[in-house]
């Protein structure tokens, strides 16, 4: 396997491990009233928009070869490190 496949494989399981957490925060949404419901879903939504933008970076990582993958990888490093901590700070802090 390599390096550019690994790379991809783990942020791909990362972004699996998130989408778990979105799941536990759209039910919390579903079953919020009022003001609470509002807020959940921004959080949902600026978490789903961020969560395509990485989506997006991979499926491009998937096409480009394994020697001109490392300057995608920065911006894929800065978009998931975004998405990671919002999701720290929103998510989290929401299912708890």
Known sequence: M???DAYKQ???AELELLKAELDV???KAKNA???MRIGYNKEIETVEKN?????LKL???SEIG???WEHLKKDIEASWDSL???AKKGITNSIE
């Open 2 to 4: 390599s390096t550019k």
């Open 10 to 12: 783990k942020i791909e």
């Open 25 to 27: 925060l759209k039910a």
């Open 33 to 35: 009233a009022g003001d």
């Open 51 to 55: 969560y395509a933008i990485v989506q």
């Open 59 to 61: 499926s491009e990582l």
């Open 66 to 68: 394994e020697d001109a």
């Open 84 to 86: 990671r901590e919002y």
